[in-house]
């Protein structure tokens, strides 16, 4: 593994796009990160990634209300999510009572929990808001560490164990320097560092370091079954993270009002179009409010998302769009510009 250096020794910085517009909410990434990296006992509640739907309240809970910086670029205090609260600890089956009665016919035990969840991840799945028929709108929304240009986590530690790697831009926690503070958890805005409660240090997402060291996109990307992820340089005009960030604009930070800089972006969800009662269309009167999408994307989302209607429109009369091409990922292995300029083979 190659050294660490601090945010502001400059470099490149690795990035991904999610499209919004094909989340299957399938949970797909989450359970592939989930096996690859947080199996010990005190990460049972943890995920790096992560699947909620919009709007919600996301996981952790309330986590959009904490965190972040000052107008002035200080760290600003925020709160430590709550283990049971906001979290929700991981939950526990019957097992071991449906294992004992295999056969018992009618009288067999159906699976479930030991106790009534209150909370847990993506627990507002399907919910979300405006009013049947016509308006009720959601979509889902995957987040991972933003391994940010200026992280808030890195700034708050006072042991600095959080360095951000100049080559590639990869944020990481150094465990044996980390005396378990968790003054990271309360700086970081999007909730992203969680604290291990057995070994008393912080964890997150490494952007699958050990893998794109050898060529190999992150789990969360190259198990994904919608292809909605891209991952490359920023500075790579030849990769598809620069087109849609850069040369297209499609592709926005979430909450770039923390003023962090963070490196995972998101095409924002078209959907459908409103209808009224009696089930005509109402062209105008987009089904997702423009209002949610501004207040999580901020106000380029507008322009971005009238950009993927126009390629949407030019297709649709049977001419050519490079957007279209790149977001459909035809070629799979496209979506995917790692180090040195290679590229993963299926």
């Known amino acids: 593994m190659t050294t660490t250096r601090t945010a502001d020794a400059g470099g490149r910085q690795l990035a991904m796009v999610l499209d919004l517009n094909k989340c299957l909410g399938c949970h797909t990434c989450t359970i592939a990160c989930k096996k690859l990296w947080n199996r010990d006992a005190g990460a049972a509640y943890a995920y790096w990634n992560n699947v909620e739907t919009q709007p919600g309240q996301g996981y952790p809970r309330r986590w959009q209300e904490t965190g972040g910086r000052t107008a002035t670029g200080a760290v600003k205090r925020g709160e430590i999510p709550d283990l049971d609260a906001d979290y929700g600890r991981a939950w526990t089956f019957n097992h071991e009572q449906v294992r004992a009665q295999v056969g018992a ?98 964890n997150k997402c490494i952007f699958c370091l050990p893998r794109i060291e050898e060529g190999v ?9 919608g292809r909605l992820r891209f991952v490359g340089y920023l500075d790579d005009p030849e990769g598809p993270i620069w087109k849609l960030v850069e040369k297209w604009k499609v592709a926005l930070p979430l909450h770039p009002e923390y003023g962090l800089g963070p490196n995972v972006f998101y095409v924002p969800p078209v959907g459908p179009v409103a209808f009224d009662r009696a089930g005509r269309l109402v062209d105008d009167a987009p089904r997702i409010p423009g209002a949610l999408l501004e207040s999580l994307f901020g106000s380029r989302v507008h322009e971005a998302l009238r950009i993927v209607r126009d390629e949407r429109a030019r297709r649709r009369r049977g001419e050519a769009s490079e957007l279209m091409d790149l977001l459909i990922a035809y070629d799979w292995n496209a979506s995917f510009r790692l180090p040195a300029g290679t590229r993963e083979v299926l």
């Open 217 to 225: 996109a992150p789990a969360c990307a190259r198990q994904c079954p």
């Open 105 to 202: 016919g009618a009288h067999k035990p159906w699976l479930r929990p030991d106790a009534p969840p209150t909370w847990g991840p993506n627990w507002d799945e399907d919910h979300g808001a405006g009013e049947h028929p016509g308006t009720n709108h959601y979509f889902y929304l995957p987040r991972l560490c933003n391994h940010c240009t200026h992280p808030a986590c890195l700034d708050a530690c006072p042991r600095r164990a959080i360095t951000k790697r100049g080559e590639d831009g990869i944020v990481l926690v150094d465990q044996d320097r980390c005396h378990g503070y968790r003054f990271c958890v309360e700086a970081c805005p999007y909730k992203k560092v969680f604290f291990d409660p057995e070994r008393g240090v912080a």
